[in-house]
């Protein structure tokens, strides 16, 4: 049995559609990614996973229970991690993980094998109200709070959003540990460095799924050629290369542009030449998962 099942989800608020025609499942201890931008329709999804939110249409079952009919066996078994930190900001870490495991009808010391790692590295500020905890430190007491009674499946939205390198470096280190442990994962981030992390992902944007394999397999589907380019003033080659007609795409990545190009790259040269760009850089690159996305956002944009 797939521990998570979504088949047909639509859901609208007024004439904004949120979701439209979402399908996937997520295998036995997978670690599975939902990559999108903030407004894609990630948060809207997990909270009717959650059985926080009633879909429009279609269906979702979690460990073959059906998210509506039976929302309070789900909530029994399952960790949901919101993407805003929504514990008690007045209870220390130490008050707020026994809570969470009182009202799961549990303790802390009974499930303290799931959480022991992640717990001891904010052990020693126990004492210490969550309001005042740094962001990596909200995060991993959270992630506590949501393991205390044990869950079958995990969901985790935007886990790492607004936390430090390394915090989202260990974050993801955790996660892995929890899935060798057989606990099927679904994650939601912004970030497509973590999109390399996981097991299988989903492209979404404005709500539907754009692409569903492995990183690698995402990867290898872009066949386009890439040239990194770069210059003293990255705003005007931007542009320029935006307004050039053997120009397919352009986009930023980090000190270079990505650019797809419909002429031999020769022709891009010799249209850059008299434009008294300096310093200017023009070499081969390797297609990463950001490239597959922006490519697939950028057919879908095409097609409305």
């Not at 892995?176 to 679904?186: E, T």
């Not at 754009?210 to 040239?227: C, H, L, N, Y």
């Not at 020769?266 to 008299?274: M, S």
Request: hydrophobic share 45%; charged share 25%.
């Amino acid at each position: 049995m797939q521990p998570i099942v979504v088949e047909n989800v639509h859901k609208s608020f007024g004439h904004v559609k949120a979701l439209s025609n979402i399908s996937f499942a997520v295998e036995e201890g997978e670690l599975f990614g939902l990559i999108g931008p903030d407004g894609a329709g990630k948060s809207t999804l997990f909270r009717i996973l959650a059985t926080l939110l009633l879909a429009d249409k279609g269906s979702a079952t979690v460990n073959g229970l059906h998210v509506v009919k039976d929302y309070k066996a789900i909530r029994r078994q399952v960790g949901y991690m919101p993407g805003r930190f929504s514990l008690y900001q007045d209870l220390t870490i130490e008050e707020n993980l026994n809570f969470f495991a009182t009202i799961f009808k549990t303790t802390v010391e009974e499930n303290y094998d799931l959480i022991k790692d992640i717990y001891e590295q904010i052990a020693p500020f126990k004492k210490r109200p969550a309001g005042k905890l740094s962001g990596g430190m909200k995060q991993k007491l959270a992630l506590c709070c949501a393991l205390v009674h044990k869950p079958t499946v995990l969901f985790l939205d935007e886990p790492t959003t607004g936390v430090d390198p390394v915090s989202r470096k260990e974050f993801w280190e955790m996660l892995q540990r929890l899935k060798q442990k057989g606990i099927p994962i679904l994650v939601s981030t912004p970030y497509m460095d973590e999109a390399m992390l996981c097991d299988r992902v989903a492209l979404i944007q404005k709500g539907e799924i754009m692409q569903i394999s492995t990183p690698a397999g995402i990867v290898q589907d872009f066949r386009k050629e890439i040239w990194a380019m770069r210059a003293d003033n990255m705003y005007r080659l931007i542009r320029d290369l935006r307004a050039f007609e053997g120009t397919e795409s352009c986009f930023a990545f980090g000190e270079y542009l990505h650019v797809t190009l419909l002429a031999p790259v020769d022709e891009v040269r010799a249209y850059l030449a008299p434009l008294g760009h300096q310093n200017l850089v023009i070499q081969p690159a390797h297609a990463g998962i950001e490239d597959a996305f922006m490519q697939l956002m950028q057919e879908q944009n095409d097609a409305v």
